[in-house]
C-alpha cells in the first residue's frame, strides 16, 4: 500500500458545530470551519498526522456544510459526501482517511468525551515525530 499524505490542522474547539470563532481584524469577529465529517454516527475531526496507509475502502463519509461568515453569502462552505478509508493500525472507529482523490486523503480521529485524542493516535503521532 502506498502512503497517503494528510495535510490539516486538529481544530478541537468545534465539534458539535464545525465553526469556531476567532477575533478578527480591529476587534470583528470572524469564524473558522474545521474540518468534519460523520460516519455511522460518528463525528471525526481532521488531525495533523503526515504519514498513514489506506486500507479499504469503507463508504460514504459526510463533510457538513459550514457558514464561517453568515453576512456573506459566498462564505457558505457546502456539505460533501467523501469517500472513507480504513487507516492501517487503526479501528475505523478511531480513525479514517477521507477524500474524493485517493492521492489526497485526509486524516481524521473521534475525539474522546474530553476532547482529546485516542491513545492510539496521540502514539502514533509521537512515533511519527
Known amino acids: 500500500m502506498r502512503r497517503a ?10 465539534v458539535a458545530t464545525g465553526c469556531g470563532q476567532t ?9 473558522l470551519c474545521a ?13 495533523h498526522y503526515e504519514e498513514f496507509t489506506e486500507g479499504a475502502e469503507l463508504g460514504t463519509a459526510f463533510q457538513p456544510a459550514c457558514d464561517d461568515t453568515p453576512n ?4 457558505l462552505i457546502p456539505a ?6 480504513a487507516v492501517r493500525g ?3 472507529a478511531v480513525a479514517l482517511a477521507v477524500g474524493n482523490d485517493p492521492d489526497e486523503l485526509q486524516f481524521v480521529a473521534v475525539l474522546t468525551a ?3 485524542l ?3 493516535v496521540e502514539e502514533a503521532i509521537e512515533a511519527a515525530r
Request: net charge negative.
Open 5 to 14: 499524505i494528510a495535510v490539516a490542522s486538529l481544530f478541537l474547539a468545534a
Open 23 to 31: 477575533a478578527g481584524e480591529g476587534g470583528a469577529s470572524s469564524a
Open 35 to 47: 474540518f468534519l465529517v460523520v460516519r455511522e454516527e460518528r463525528t471525526y475531526e481532521s488531525v
Open 72 to 75: 456573506d453569502p459566498e462564505g
Open 80 to 85: 460533501e459526501s467523501l469517500t472513507a478509508y
Open 90 to 92: 487503526f479501528d475505523p
Open 114 to 116: 474530553d476532547n482529546r
Open 118 to 120: 485516542p491513545a492510539e
